[in-house]
């Protein structure tokens, strides 16, 4: 019996971690909300042990805090590091273009195509659509079939979805959407420069447009003045 309970366990680990990323990833446990054990365990009708597993490797994946004595938490990074994630993730992701630009298989085209289409309906689910944003470039990194850069790439995305649940503002997501398209247009024409420069727009853009503010020169009392006049204060 103990051989197959054993068996059994490995074959649900991945499960239990899927499970516990998804949810993560969907917002549905938000940053900083604390993650029991024992809760976790009995919700996903799973054992503490295995729930430990999972919350190890989510934590190894920069997605959950462990802290001694006081358990498992949701990951929650800060304002500069999120800065700092974009930068890192530019760099990965111009080698991912690189190495793809004009080297993608008729399935892979059929893959990035359908999941594109899979964006484009989730629009009204802010959630998920992060999460399938996030998705077309893992998908991306998995096709150059090097797994430094697969990893490197699926940890800096899985931990940009924690920093847009912080601090991502609501915006629409048509122009991510239709970059996405255009770099799948580009990679099939092997316009690698093309490519990989809009990668590096569109990355910035998340960082702009949807998500962290840049650090700001002005003062409160110019700050404030824009309020102020929105509400008819001033004059």
């Not at 998908?139 to 847009?164: D, W």
Request: net charge neutral.
């Amino acid at each position: 019996m103990a051989p197959k309970t054993a068996n059994s366990n490995r074959g649900r680990s991945p499960a239990v971690h899927r499970a516990l990323k998804r949810a993560i990833l969907d917002q549905a446990l938000f940053p900083g909300a604390k993650l029991p054990e024992d809760l976790l365990g009995e919700r996903l009708g799973v054992s503490r042990t295995l729930v430990r597993e999972a919350l190890v490797r989510l934590s190894e994946e920069g997605l959950v805090d462990l802290t001694p004595n006081k358990g498992a938490t949701v990951a929650r990074p800060t304002l500069e590091e999120g800065l700092n994630l974009f930068l890192t993730r530019m760099a990965l992701e111009r080698l991912v273009v690189e190495s793809l630009s004009g080297k993608l298989t008729k399935a892979q085209i059929e893959t990035l195509t359908a999941h594109i289409a899979a964006e484009e309906a989730a629009k009204p689910e802010h959630a998920v659509s992060i999460r399938l944003a996030g998705e077309f470039h893992t998908i991306l990194a998995q096709m150059t079939e090097n797994a430094s850069l697969i990893r490197y790439v699926n940890e800096t995305v899985a931990r940009s979805s924690l920093i847009l649940a912080l601090y991502g503002r609501p915006h629409s997501s048509d122009c991510a959407v239709s970059e996405h398209r255009q770099i799948l247009t580009h990679l099939i024409a092997a316009e690698t420069e093309p490519a990989a420069t809009l990668m590096t727009h569109h990355l910035d853009a998340i960082s702009t447009r949807a998500l962290l503010p840049r650090h700001c020169d002005r003062d409160m009392k110019d700050v404030l003045s824009d309020y102020a006049a929105a509400e008819g204060l001033l004059g």
